[in-house]
């Protein structure tokens, strides 16, 4: 039997500790990740569900964008305890209906968790509030276009903002992208902005591809996989499997990470018997437990040893690059003390490091949101690809970059346009359609808040995600969103940013299909496509019944807006409704890589978009050669009595759904306001383990707090700490973002401990 959803919120008041745990995975894993699909769905629904996961003909996990092993390599359960619970909260069969919203009010929802509100269940009803009104009501699909279309023809073009999150399938993607473009604007802000916006600038700039150059053969085949910034135990699990394979093959695995996170450590494979009983096999053969924000000077310093060791693949730095003489001169005089100041390694660590890649002939480096989200975060990005450089290791077997995505069609939707930015074949589809396209640069997610907030921007638009809590500044973002006059929410779930409402505005719920549910339109049922993080396409097919009947798919709900928005458009918008082949003839048509898009999504193993530096070596750069670049080497200050707090992900949560309040690995029972700190910093700045404390952060416009969490003693490094996002993203302000890549430094921010 499924259980009823927590009536109260219960907060942090059992909240335990234990202690951090050495391996991943393993029959707690398989334990955790069935009780949380049963608790959900129930028993026979889970067998049905799950076994449907990331299988040829199944749906695509919504979990993460890790890639699938090729069909005849699939084990039955091709899916991780995380993703059977974000496979649980999307087939849960707790259902929110009129009758919740008339019972609660939306000033007591705004006072509710993010926890509480996901686990009320699945949205089934488009629901609206009114200005002036107390309380959400249900009103027809038929209204709510009306609705949305009254607003958006008041206003200007550049004053709505077309946000996504990246769950949403391509097919969605591009027609929401064509919507937002035939209306009139490129503010197509995206959690790409806040994920890795800074790979794919960084990535652009040097190799001329904003993506990934490997495969999963190459992770399989690689002699040495770095990586850095990550946590796959917690958030690529089925990573762990790639990387378990490697090793068994002989790689060598370095963990770069402030923290001794458990999967990286060891590793118990639950598709294994041994795996599920065994002690697990361990992983990192080199642990660097480096300051946050130190990956900069590290991988300085491993190039500046692998220059002066001479063990540089000269034939390819000749054949393929450019500007390898001003880096060589660069981090030849790279400053030991700085780059020990700045990581906080030892000269032995970081040589027993450049050692290692030295020796190696196929290097693959990971990293994720630990490299991102930093002030340097971009250019940190470009010294790992100088590191890769300088060895040759682009397009060769075994090796390469790879920035591991989060959401499971992010790098998708960036690939239909999803992006402030016009693409490059914006003006094709223009012509093709008969359409004018805009052409100036749009908003990214921080420049929409300050429209918002300056109230240049009235409408907001999301398909998917949760704006409110994801974004940084939270007080400043949810202030700029009760300026709009309207927001709309396409969603499966309730969440934060439907409650963050101002009394005269107009709010608009549009409940949606998810990825495990059938979807069928007049032209019968249809399937939709992702790509992952190495670009592979392929098709997912939902087979549960939907939520409700009410429910529309994100494509049905993007044709209704346009139809209703644009009624002269001549863009056939219901023909794409009713079938989505003629979706993907329009995509087919348009973007680059995907001739054939149908009949090769409809193998078993869809197809793997092409990747000039992967698959040539050909570099589509002004000059048609990958980039060696120079930046400065600017050690991270912070001032006595403070530490650097980085914000992450607890084992227990997607990204802000909150799955329940335990962080296992980390040894965390039952809460979630908690700080991770250095013994010896809570020595030095006299505050007990165990004891509560406001985190507070210092800024030119003021200070910002986030009040009352647990102090835990932990084994990060010292000077820093480490809270939960979305809990700790009122201390991070709008305007502190990476250079190049404006992406809130979630990762770096300067805070006191003030007991309270
Ligand atoms: N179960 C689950 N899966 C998920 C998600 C989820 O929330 N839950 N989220 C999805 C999304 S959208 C994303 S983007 C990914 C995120 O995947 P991750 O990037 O693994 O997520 P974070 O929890 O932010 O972890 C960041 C890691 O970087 C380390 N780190 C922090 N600062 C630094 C630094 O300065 N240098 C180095 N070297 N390391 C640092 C942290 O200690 C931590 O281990 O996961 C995706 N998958
Ligand atoms: N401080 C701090 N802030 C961060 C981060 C951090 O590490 N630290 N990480 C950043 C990162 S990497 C990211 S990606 C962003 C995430 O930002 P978002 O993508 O905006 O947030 P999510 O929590 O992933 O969105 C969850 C909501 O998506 C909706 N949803 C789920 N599935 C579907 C679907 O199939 N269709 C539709 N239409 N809706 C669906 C549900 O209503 C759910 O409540 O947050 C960023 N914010
Ligand atoms: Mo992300």
Redesign the pocket.
């Known amino acids: 039997m499924a259980k009823k959803p927590p009536r109260d919120d219960v907060g942090d008041r059992d909240l335990t500790v234990r202690g951090p745990e050495a391996a991943a995975a393993g029959l707690p894993g398989v334990r955790h990740g069935l009780a949380a699909a049963m608790s959900h769905m129930g028993v026979r629904r889970t067998a049905l569900t799950l076994l449907k996961v990331n299988q040829a003909e199944g749906f695509d996990c919504?979990g993460c964008a890790w890639p699938e092993p090729a069909p005849k390599h699939r084990a039955t359960a091709e899916f991780c305890e995380n993703g059977a619970k974000a496979v649980a909260?999307?087939a849960t069969l707790r259902r929110i209906t009129p009758e919740f919203f008339a019972a609660h009010p939306i000033a007591e929802l705004a006072g509710r968790s993010?926890y509480w509100?996901?686990q009320q269940g699945r949205?089934t009803t488009p629901m609206v509030k009114h200005p002036g009104a107390t309380h959400f009501r249900p009103l027809g699909w038929a209204q709510a276009f009306a609705l949305a279309a009254e607003h958006l023809k008041a206003i200007e073009p550049d004053q709505a903002l077309f946000?996504t999150?990246?769950?949403?399938s391509n097919e969605?993607a591009f027609l929401y992208q064509l919507f937002a473009r035939a209306y009139g604007t490129n503010n197509l802000p995206?959690?790409?902005n806040?994920?890795?916006e800074s790979s794919g600038v960084a990535l652009g700039a040097t190799i001329g591809m904003g993506k990934g150059s490997v495969t999963l053969d190459d992770i399989h085949d690689a002699k040495l996989i770095a990586v850095v910034g990550q946590n796959p135990g917690t958030n690529h699990p089925r990573m762990l499997a790639a990387l378990e394979k490697a090793k068994q093959r002989g790689a060598k695995i370095i963990s770069i990470n402030p923290l001794p996170e458990a999967g990286l450590m060891r590793f118990k494979n639950p598709q294994k018997v041994a795996g599920l009983v065994g002690s697990g096999t361990p992983l990192a053969d080199l642990h660097l437990p480096i300051r946050v924000g130190g990956d900069l000077a590290l991988f300085q310093a491993i190039g500046a040893k692998l220059v002066e060791w001479g063990a540089v693949d000269e034939a390819f730095v000749t054949a393929y690059t450019s500007g390898f003489e001003g880096y060589a001169t660069a981090v030849r005089e790279v400053d030991a003390e700085l780059v020990a100041r700045a990581t906080g390694l030892s000269a032995e660590e970081i040589e027993a490091a450049a050692r290692l890649f030295a020796a190696s002939e196929a290097t693959v480096v990971c990293w994720?949101?630990g490299l991102?989200?930093g002030r340097d975060a971009v250019a940190t990005i470009r010294e790992v690809v100088n590191v890769q450089l300088l060895r040759g290791m682009i397009g060769k077997p075994g090796a390469g970059l790879c920035p591991v995505r989060?959401?499971s069609n992010?790098q998708g939707d960036r690939t239909m346009g999803i992006w402030h930015e016009p693409p490059t074949w914006l003006g094709r589809l223009g012509e093709r359609l008969g359409v004018a396209m805009p052409t100036g640069r749009g908003h990214d997610t921080v420049e929409a808040i300050r429209a918002m907030r300056d109230g240049h921007a009235k409408v907001f638009v999301?398909?998917?995600?949760?704006?409110a809590?994801?974004?940084?500044d939270t007080d400043v973002t949810e202030a700029a969103l009760r300026r709009c006059t309207l927001t709309v929410?396409?969603?499966?779930?309730?969440?934060r940013?439907h409650v963050v409402t101002a009394d005269e505005q107009t709010v608009l719920i549009m409940p949606?299909?998810?990825?495990t549910e059938r979807d069928t339109q007049a032209g019968g049922d249809q399937f939709v496509t992702v790509e992952d993080s190495m670009s592979n396409v392929h098709a997912s097919r939902g087979r549960l019944d939907p939520a409700s009947p009410l429910l529309l798919s994100?494509v049905a709900i993007v044709c209704g807006l346009a139809r209703a928005v644009l009624p002269e458009s001549t863009i056939p918008w219901e023909s794409y409704a009713r079938d989505y082949r003629a979706i993907r003839a329009l995509i087919e048509q348009t973007v680059p890589g995907f001739d054939g898009f149908e009949a090769k999504v409809r193998t078993p193993a869809g197809f793997t978009l092409p990747h000039p530096p992967r698959d040539s070596r050909s570099f589509p750069t002004p000059d048609g050669r990958a980039r060696f670049t120079v930046s400065p080497l600017e050690v991270l200050t912070v001032p006595p009595g403070r530490l650097l707090l980085q914000?992450?992900?607890s084992h227990d949560q997607?990204?802000?759904?909150i799955y329940g309040l335990d962080d296992r690995y980390r040894g965390v029972k039952a809460g979630r306001r908690v700080v991770f700190v250095n013994p010896d910093d809570l020595t030095d700045l006299g505050v007990a383990d165990g004891s509560m404390v406001d985190l507070i952060s210092e800024w030119a416009d003021g200070e910002r707090r986030a009040p009352a969490f647990r102090v835990i003693a932990y084994p990060t490094v010292r000077g820093c700490a480490a809270a939960y996002?979305?809990e700790?993203?009122v201390l991070?302000p709008l305007d502190s973002t990476a250079a190049g890549s404006n992406t809130?430094t979630?990762?770096q921010i300067i805070v006191r401990l003030q007991p309270v």
């Open positions: 919504p909260e999307e993010d509100l996901g949205l946000y999150s990246g769950r949403t969605a995206d959690c790409s806040m994920c890795h994720a949101m991102t989200q989060g959401h992010v999301a398909v998917g995600g949760n704006f809590a994801a974004s940084p929410h396409v969603s499966t779930k309730l969440n940013s949606t299909l998810g990825r994100e914000t992450l992900r997607y990204n802000t759904t996002f979305p700790a993203n991070v809130p979630s990762k």
